[in-house]
């Protein structure tokens, strides 16, 4: 009986010896992934002042708006960035990033629109039948899909559009991928009968890198070739009535 006891006293001393080592390796670590932290962080929080969505024709001066900035109920720094060039049509972002304490950062964006100041006055909007074929790959060929153009919104311009699909129906329609997959954005015919891109989304968020064409005005046809950085594909579409 006293060989049982001294046993389990064995035991109950070996574990509490174990735990208090267990114990002391603890409270001697250091979280290094806390190092440098403060206890709580506060995200800061941006709200753009103006219109999220300026329109500006070539040469125009902009004057940015801003941004204002709160971090834990004060205001903070507000760094700004820009692609924005003023001679070129095209799609530009303007960004505002504010960091807090621990290097935890916010970024909001303001889109700028940049259309030729040379504008076409004839209105060419109504729906299209494309004609569109991919790398020149018979195999990647469709005709006959509707593309549609919408007069703008844009306040005091003419010969801007909106587009159901850039790209002549490619994926919407000949993928039969369904409308989501639809190339949307702007379109601007300029007084030189010159197709421009002025702004372009689809589902995978890449960018046309180029888009050259024109719009014969005797035949009423517009061509262009756009070329679409995922590939890059190379899409040839033609738009009759």
């Not at 700028?112 to 790398?135: C, E, F, L, P, Q």
Request: glycine share 10%.
């Amino acid at each position: 009986m006293i060989k049982i006891l001294n046993k389990m006293k064995n035991k109950i001393l070996f574990f509490m010896v174990s735990l208090g080592l267990v114990i002391l390796g603890l409270s001697g670590c250091k979280d290094v992934t806390t190092e440098g932290y403060t206890g709580i962080t506060y995200y800061p929080t941006i709200e753009i002042k103006g219109d999220p969505v300026i329109y500006l024709p070539t040469g125009a001066d902009y004057n940015d708006a801003g941004a204002d900035a709160i971090e834990n109920g004060e205001p903070t720094d507000v760094a700004v960035s820009s692609n924005l060039d003023t001679s070129t049509p095209g799609s530009y972002s303007i960004s505002y990033t504010a960091t807090n304490a621990d290097g935890f950062s916010a970024t909001a964006k303001r889109s700028v629109i940049v259309y030729d100041a040379n504008m076409s006055t004839t209105d060419i909007s109504g729906t299209y039948s494309a004609h569109v074929i991919r790398d020149n790959d018979p195999d990647k060929e469709y005709s006959g899909n509707p593309v549609t153009l919408t007069p703008s919104s844009i306040p005091g311009t003419t010969g801007i559009y909106e587009t159901s699909d850039w790209i002549g129906g490619f994926y919407d329609k000949g993928y039969d991928y369904g409308a989501a997959y639809a190339f949307t954005g702007l379109i601007q015919i300029n007084g030189d009968n010159e197709v421009l891109e002025l702004s372009m989304s689809n589902p995978w968020g890449d960018p046309f890198t180029s888009v050259s064409g024109n719009y014969d005005a005797v035949s009423g046809v517009i061509s262009y070739t756009a070329v679409w950085s995922a590939g890059p594909y190379e899409f040839v579409v033609d738009l009759a009535k």
